[in-house]
């Protein structure tokens, strides 16, 4: 089947464009005169033109899928067809480049493809998570119960990321205001005050000389700072992109001091809940632990999933593979081993989940309530310093000058 982009006049005159995939161009044409489009231009796209890759993630946000999956799943277990459903949707979107990716779903429906292989001709807007669940719920006949899975995963996924976010604003807007009145200090006021001092030849406390000899050098040296912080950080980014650059860092971001067990919990979190989804939507074993480790973003807990995928192929439990790896609570493996042994793993993922996430809001609430007066304190701290290193001189200042 072929990619064609095509130009075309609406009812009303207005021109639009887009993609479409069909076994030709005449049936393109009867695709787009179907939906009260005339055709302007069709023209082939060949394979490997910008045209027909997917660049981006078209703007689309959590809430745009949670809400496209929702009310899809209300529609499809309501009974209506999968075109109907999807034509709704479409006019339901107010994002346009979302409202063209449903579109090019709607083009490739009605040219015979599946929604799973629809959708996963846009990697950017619907993950390999989406697409497994979907193409099981196909399998199946249950595709309205596959898309409120997905809905329901989102929602939780969408509400977890915004309880961290929430745990870090504050934090992170004291340090920012702190970095910002230094900046101001040492750009603007201290290099003023410099030339005041020296003229009265007044002697500085060793703080006014320290921040004074720092300025200097910031001033002295800036592009060469900058140039070595650029360069450094396209190094770390080359490093990354290695495989053995990617299994360290994310070793190292389990193994820092004080935040490691936040951390861990947090993936355990994601990991527990996309794993009861898949389960409870009855994706094969394989393909869940397949589809769970392109979802986690830490390559330590991909490997111990690629781990558990090659010992479940020959035969051993999640549980026995969990019960040697140090990344996995003794909790976890626990309820994993009781759930396999009664044929509820999905259960067991769940309750393991509600465990971590819960743990998790617990941990980022107190850590929340503990940093306040301690930022507090070192913003304090920081002020006192900055202000007292200016205004002891000046007060040396008056003296001489009285």
Same mark, same amino acid.
């Given at each position: 089947?072929?990619?064609?982009?095509?130009?075309?006049?609406?009812?009303?005159?207005?021109?639009?464009?887009?993609?479409?995939?069909?076994?030709?161009?005449?049936?393109?044409?009867?695709?787009?005169?179907?939906?009260?489009?005339?055709?302007?231009?069709?023209?082939?796209?060949?394979?490997?033109?910008?045209?027909?890759?997917?660049?981006?993630?078209?703007?689309?946000?959590?809430?745009?899928?949670?809400?496209?999956?929702?009310?899809?799943?209300?529609?499809?277990?309501?009974?209506?067809?999968?075109?109907?459903?999807?034509?709704?949707?479409?006019?339901?979107?107010r994002k346009q480049s979302?409202?063209?990716?449903?579109?090019?779903?709607?083009?490739?429906?009605?040219?015979?493809?599946?929604?799973?292989?629809?959708?996963?001709?846009?990697?950017?807007?619907?993950?390999?998570?989406?697409?497994?669940?979907?193409?099981?719920?196909?399998?199946?006949?249950?595709?309205?119960?596959?898309?409120?899975?997905?809905?329901?995963?989102?929602?939780?996924?969408?509400?977890?990321?915004?309880?961290?976010?929430?745990?870090?604003?504050?934090?992170?807007?004291?340090? @920012? =205001?702190?970095? %910002?009145?230094?900046? *101001?200090?040492?750009?603007?006021?201290?290099?003023? +005050?410099? /030339? !005041? #001092?020296?003229?009265?030849?007044?002697?500085?406390?060793?703080?006014?000389?320290?921040?004074?000899?720092?300025?200097?050098?910031?001033?002295?040296?800036?592009?060469?700072?900058?140039?070595?912080?650029?360069?450094?950080?396209?190094?770390?980014?080359?490093?990354?992109?290695?495989?053995?650059?990617?299994?360290?860092?994310?070793?190292?971001?389990?193994?820092?001091? @004080? =935040?490691?067990? %936040?951390?861990?919990? *947090?993936?355990?979190?994601r990991m527990t809940s996309? +794993?009861? /989804? !898949? #389960?409870?939507?009855?994706?094969?074993?394989?393909?869940?632990?397949?589809?769970?480790?392109?979802?986690?973003?830490?390559?330590?807990?991909?490997?111990?999933?690629?781990?558990?995928?090659?010992?479940?192929?020959?035969?051993?439990?999640?549980?026995?593979?969990?019960?040697?790896?140090?990344?996995?609570?003794?909790?976890?493996?626990?309820?994993?081993?009781?759930?396999?042994?009664?044929?509820?793993?999905?259960?067991?993922?769940?309750?393991?989940?509600?465990?971590?996430?819960?743990?998790?809001?617990?941990?980022?609430?107190?850590?929340?309530?503990?940093?306040?007066?301690?930022?507090?304190?070192?913003?304090?701290?920081?002020?006192?310093?900055?202000?007292?290193?200016?205004?002891?001189?000046?007060?040396?200042?008056?003296?001489?000058?009285?």
């Open positions: 089947m072929a990619t064609f982009s095509y130009k075309a006049r609406q009812a009303n005159g207005t021109l639009t464009k887009g993609t479409l995939r069909a076994a030709n161009e005449e049936r393109a044409g009867s695709l787009l005169r179907s939906h009260d489009l005339t055709p302007v231009s069709i023209e082939e796209v060949k394979e490997g033109s910008v045209l027909n890759k997917t660049i981006g993630n078209f703007g689309v946000n959590m809430r745009d899928l949670i809400m496209f999956f929702r009310e899809g799943a209300s529609m499809i277990n309501a009974g209506v067809p999968i075109l109907e459903t999807l034509q709704a949707l479409q006019k339901q979107v979302f409202a063209s990716v449903i579109q090019e779903i709607i083009y490739d429906i009605e040219a015979g493809e599946s929604l799973s292989i629809s959708m996963s001709k846009h990697p950017a807007v619907f993950n390999q998570f989406v697409l497994g669940i979907i193409r099981t719920g196909e399998a199946s006949g249950k595709l309205g119960s596959s898309l409120t899975a997905i809905a329901n995963q989102l929602e939780e996924e969408y509400g977890f990321q915004r309880s961290v976010r929430a745990a870090l604003i504050y934090p992170i807007f004291v340090l @920012v =205001l702190v970095v %910002i009145l230094i900046v *101001v200090m040492f750009t603007f006021v201290l290099p003023q +005050l410099v /030339t !005041l #001092f020296d003229d009265a030849h007044v002697q500085l406390p060793l703080v006014t000389r320290m921040l004074i000899a720092i300025t200097h050098f910031l001033t002295s040296y800036w592009i060469i700072l900058l140039t070595v912080a650029i360069a450094l950080g396209f190094l770390l980014r080359s490093w990354l992109r290695t495989t053995e650059g990617r299994y360290t860092f994310s070793t190292w971001t389990l193994q820092i001091p @004080v =935040l490691k067990e %936040i951390i861990q919990k *947090v993936y355990l979190a996309i +794993l009861a /989804t !898949l #389960f409870a939507s009855d994706v094969p074993i394989i393909e869940a632990l397949g589809l769970a480790r392109e979802s986690i973003g830490n390559r330590v807990y991909q490997r111990i999933l690629d781990d558990t995928i090659q010992a479940v192929k020959s035969g051993s439990a999640i549980s026995y593979v969990w019960e040697h790896e140090p990344h996995i609570p003794a909790m976890l493996t626990t309820m994993v081993n009781v759930g396999e042994r009664s044929g509820r793993v999905s259960d067991a993922f769940t309750q393991a989940n509600k465990f971590f996430a819960r743990d998790v809001a617990e941990v980022l609430e107190s850590v929340t309530i503990l940093l306040e007066p301690i930022l507090i304190v070192i913003l304090g701290i920081g002020v006192g310093v900055v202000v007292g290193s200016v205004l002891l001189p000046i007060y040396n200042l008056v003296l001489v000058i009285s």
